[in-house]
């Protein structure tokens, strides 16, 4: 995704996100599990989200 497609701080709270995964994590297959995890709970929570609406 190129920068101008998110407002600044969309792109500030990404790269923060990267750098802290990716200093946090030592192998690959524990950054492609700890992408995953994160994946489906924001999956959880839009689930969770659209039943209360």
């Not at 992408?35 to 039943?51: R, S």
Request: proline residues 0%.
């Amino acid at each position: 995704m190129t920068n101008n497609k998110l407002k600044k701080g969309q792109y500030d709270n990404a790269l923060q996100y990267t750098k802290y995964i990716l200093s946090n994590s030592s192998s690959i297959d524990e950054l492609i599990s700890k992408n995953n995890m994160h994946f489906k709970y924001c999956e959880e929570l839009k689930n969770e989200f659209k039943e209360k609406k």
